[in-house]
C-alpha cells in the first residue's frame, strides 16, 4: 500500500475513533445537612434529621459521545476505573441505638436516639452488589452520642481523600469534643501517601499558608502582624503547628490542592480552615494529578476530551457538552449536585465497554 495514502487512511480513522468517547463524572449528590460533613450540622443545626429509605450519596454521571451523538447516562454510586477493573462506590452508615441503661452518662431520657453513628466510604466489586446494598441501606441521620463521619471529596484511579469529623458527647450538645478531619487511601497508587501537606512541602511553605490562611479569616487572633513565631489560640506557634493538611478539587484551573490548616474553636472543638489553592508546586506530579487546561475564563468547571473534539462544561449545575471545531451546542442538562469529585475518560473501545456499565 502507498504510504501515502495509509497515513491518510489512518488520520481518517483517528479522527473518527477520536469522537468516541466517554467521561464518568463523579459527584456528590447529597444535599442534606448531614453531607456537610461538619460536627456544627449535627449539634448547631435546627434542621431535623431525615430517614432515607435508599441511601446513595453519590452519583456518576456519563457523557457519551460518537460522533454527534451525545447520551447523558446517570448511576446512583460511585464507578471508578483501576487497573483491576471498576469499582463501585458508596457510603455505609452504621448506626447504634442509645440504650441509657448501658450508657453512663448523666443525658436526660430521649435526648439522643443513637449511641453512635460510623460512616465510611464502601467499595464493590460487582454492581449487582452495590445495587443491592443500597437497597438495603436505610439510615436515619439520628444525634448520637459519637459519630464518626468521613466522606470522599476526591477520588481517582490512584487514590481518594475523604473529609469529615469525629465527635464524642459528654453529657449535653454544648459539652462535647470534636475534630474535623481528612484522610487519604490508596487504589492504584502504591507510593507512601499522607494526607499531611507537611510531607510534601517544606517548613517555610507550610508557614505561609498558615499565615495565608489566618489572614484570610476575620477575628481568629488578636494579633495585627502574623509571622511563624505568632502563638496559635489553643495552640503553639505557626513553626511549630504541623497539622497542615489538603483537599483535592476541580474548579475552572483544573485539579487543584487545596491546603487545609486545623486550628482551635476553643479548648474542645478544632475545624479545618482552607488557604490558597497550591500553584505550581511538585505535589502535583507527587500525587501523580491530571491537571486540566482551562479552556473558558467564565466556566466554573471545564474540561477537554483526550482527542481535543469536545468541550464539557458545568456552570451553575449546568452542563453543557460542545463541539471545539464548529462550536456548536452538542447538548445541555442540568446536574443535581454538592461537589465533583471525580473525572475519568476513556476513548474507541474503551469508551464502548466502559457505556455498558450504564445498563
Known amino acids: 500500500m502507498n504510504s501515502k495514502l495509509f497515513i491518510l487512511l489512518l488520520c481518517l480513522s483517528n479522527i473518527f475513533w477520536g469522537q468516541n468517547f466517554i467521561q464518568l463524572i463523579g459527584v456528590e449528590s447529597d444535599d442534606s445537612e448531614f453531607s456537610k460533613g461538619s460536627y456544627a450540622v449535627m449539634y448547631d443545626s435546627e434542621f431535623e434529621k431525615r430517614e432515607n429509605k435508599e441511601y446513595s450519596p453519590f452519583q456518576t454521571i456519563g457523557v457519551y459521545r460518537n460522533e454527534d451523538n451525545v447520551e447523558i447516562m446517570t448511576l446512583d454510586y460511585l464507578l471508578t476505573p483501576t487497573k483491576k477493573g471498576f469499582i463501585y462506590g458508596t457510603l455505609e452508615i452504621i448506626e447504634t441505638k442509645y440504650d441509657s441503661i448501658e450508657n ?14 460510623i460512616s465510611r466510604p464502601k467499595f ?8 443491592k446494598f443500597i437497597k438495603q441501606q436505610k439510615p436515619t441521620f439520628k444525634d448520637a452520642i459519637e459519630i464518626d463521619f468521613e466522606k470522599i471529596s476526591f477520588i481517582n484511579p490512584n487514590f481518594y481523600l475523604t473529609t469529615g469529623f469525629e465527635s464524642t458527647v459528654h453529657g449535653g450538645a454544648s459539652w462535647f469534643n470534636a475534630r474535623e478531619k481528612v484522610n487519604i487511601y490508596p487504589l492504584d497508587l502504591k507510593e507512601n501517601l499522607s494526607n499531611k501537606i507537611t510531607n510534601y512541602v517544606d517548613k517555610q511553605t507550610k508557614n505561609e499558608i498558615i499565615i495565608n490562611t489566618i489572614n484570610d479569616m476575620k477575628n481568629y487572633t488578636f494579633d495585627e502582624d502574623i509571622d511563624s513565631n505568632s502563638v496559635l489560640p489553643w495552640a503553639g506557634s505557626i513553626s511549630n503547628h504541623d497539622n497542615v493538611y489538603y483537599d483535592i478539587a476541580f474548579n475552572m484551573s483544573g485539579v487543584k490542592i487545596i491546603p487545609l490548616t486545623l486550628l482551635q474553636g476553643n479548648s474542645s472543638r478544632s475545624f479545618l480552615a482552607k ?15 491530571k491537571k486540566y487546561k482551562e479552556n473558558t475564563a467564565s466556566a466554573l468547571i471545564s474540561f477537554i476530551s483526550p482527542d481535543k473534539t469536545t468541550k464539557i462544561e458545568i456552570v451553575n449545575n449546568q452542563l453543557t457538552i460542545t463541539d471545539i471545531k464548529s462550536n456548536s451546542l452538542l447538548k445541555k442538562v442540568t446536574l443535581n449536585y454538592n461537589k465533583i469529585i471525580m473525572s475519568e475518560f476513556a476513548l474507541d473501545s474503551y469508551a464502548q465497554k466502559w457505556k455498558t456499565e450504564f445498563k
Open 275 to 289: 488557604g490558597k489553592a497550591l500553584e505550581g508546586h511538585k505535589m502535583y506530579n507527587d500525587l501523580k494529578l
Open 124 to 131: 464493590f466489586k460487582t454492581k449487582e452488589s452495590i445495587i
Open 104 to 117: 453512663e452518662l448523666d443525658i436526660p431520657e430521649g435526648t439522643y436516639d443513637l449511641s453512635s453513628s
